[in-house]
């Protein structure tokens, strides 16, 4: 009986993760069961009913998806980058054409205000300059259509572009009116919703560290979407922990070291499969769901209201990425085997790093979403004294378990060696809640 009530549970956490578009270990993680429950009985419910609440409401799989969703990302993040999109848009200022940039899985818009301040120094008029910030995360949204910041999105010294365009306020940062201006947010779902974005429209489109969090389908699709924007000879900004071999099937690395840049392929599909072209955006806003940051006075997110018939005009029903069906979600990855992660732990241990790092990279290919892999790669990084690529695995890592306490506590030590003390005393403290929990809360 036991065993199939846990059957039972697992099925409907993988319906609930295909109808959020979330890979569906992320659902099985203490931290988020830990939430779930939490979240029962806040609403006054059992486990059992809060799970089929879940399965009817958007809107509560929206809440599980902030929960789930980790918008890491600060200013002038991965710096070449931006040396590369402002050549481009130099080579682009003398044309009279839209110069568009569109940013799926903006967070709070730390990149797409950093890459409207870019172009616009690069000498392109600011009537010329149109980036689309897209998240599904609604805080995330109304935090970045108000020109709000949190406090961890500066990392030491501004870039050049966004140098007395962002101040402090309270405990994060504001960005001027100038930037806001440029910037439309959408709050949508990146691989299955409609855009205010026409195919072949796009100079440059940023999808960095999204596709490690999705299933096999949903990030081919994601893929193959993104590149569907690029114009001709554009480009798609992806992170470092991107695989790519995903990419590899619709675009073309660029010879730009720490660019992790890509161009879009001769043969290439030229319309995303999953949608139709939409009117090109106009400059008032687009769409009632996609708001320019003009102000405080249009700082609310206008999204269709749903009707008794179904979804509202201008809106396309959330789409699962796999079936549907809990029998159709498959992990993103298998974890890789001891013996291999044992192999890389003693080439470390022997102070090999290169081959250790070539080893764990390589198994990182196949095992994308393997915590242990990802935290060995992050300990090489950090001995290596690359502390910010140290950094961005153990996030990986306390994304798939934020209860994780060798992550917690590299992090908190990493953070300390930075001088980020406050910082590192979150970390300290999480650790010390988790040791007073006892783990695991019913």
């Not at 709070?108 to 149109?130: H, K, M, N, S, Y």
């Not at 998240?135 to 109304?142: L, Q």
């Not at 959408?186 to 560290?209: G, K, M, Q, T, Y």
């Amino acid at each position: 009986m036991m065993l199939l009530v846990a059957e039972t549970d697992h099925d409907e956490l993988g319906r609930i993760a295909s109808l959020s578009g979330l890979e569906a270990d992320l659902l099985r993680g203490t931290g988020i069961t830990r939430w779930l429950h939490r979240r029962a009985r806040t609403l006054g419910l059992d486990p059992k009913s809060h799970r089929a609440m879940l399965m009817e409401s958007e809107e509560e799989r929206r809440i599980l998806s902030e929960q789930v969703a980790v918008p890491e990302s600060w200013i002038g993040r991965y710096p070449v980058s931006f040396d590369l999109l402002r050549e481009r848009a130099k080579a682009a200022k003398a044309r009279s054409s839209i110069f568009r940039i569109l940013s799926l899985g903006c967070a709070a818009g730390q990149e797409p205000f950093t890459a409207a301040a870019c172009i616009l120094d690069a000498g392109v008029a600011a009537a010329r300059i149109d980036v689309v910030a897209v998240d599904r995360s609604r805080s995330s949204i109304e935090m970045g259509m108000n020109g709000d910041l949190p406090s961890m999105a500066v990392r030491g010294e501004l870039p050049v572009c966004m140098q007395n365009r962002v101040e402090r306020s309270g405990h994060g940062w504001k960005v001027s009116d100038e930037i806001r201006s440029l910037v439309r947010f959408v709050e949508a779902d990146v691989v299955s919703e409609l855009l205010p974005v026409d195919p072949e429209s796009c100079d440059v489109v940023f999808c960095r560290n999204v596709l490690i969090y999705l299933e096999s389908d949903a990030r081919d699709r994601l893929c193959r979407r993104a590149t569907s924007y690029l114009v001709e000879d554009g480009i798609l900004l992806a992170g470092h922990a991107d695989p790519p071999r995903d990419l590899n099937r619709t675009l073309s690395s660029v010879d730009r070291p720490g660019a992790f840049a890509w161009r879009r392929r001769s043969d290439a599909p030229t319309q995303t499969p999953i949608e139709s072209p939409l009117p090109a955006a106009d400059r008032s806003g687009g769409p009632a769901w996609s708001r320019r940051s003009d102000g405080p006075k249009r700082s609310r997110i206008e999204r269709p209201a749903p009707t008794a018939d179904g979804p509202a005009a201008n809106r396309v029903p959330r789409q699962p990425t796999t079936g549907g069906m809990a029998s159709d979600v498959t992990p993103v990855a298998s974890l890789a085997s001891s013996a291999d992660v044992e192999a890389i732990r003693k080439l470390a241990d022997l102070g090999k790093l290169l081959e250790a790092r070539e080893l764990a990279e390589g198994l990182l290919v196949n095992h994308p979403a393997d915590p242990s892999v990802i935290l060995i790669l992050a300990t090489i990084e950090s001995a290596d004294g690359r502390v910010e690529a140290a950094r961005d695995h153990l996030r990986r890592v306390l994304y798939l378990n934020p209860d994780d306490l060798s992550a917690l506590f590299q992090m908190a030590v990493l953070c300390e060696s930075e001088g980020e003390l406050d910082v590192a005393d979150r970390f300290r403290r999480r650790m010390d809640r988790l040791a007073s929990d006892g783990g695991f809360e019913k």
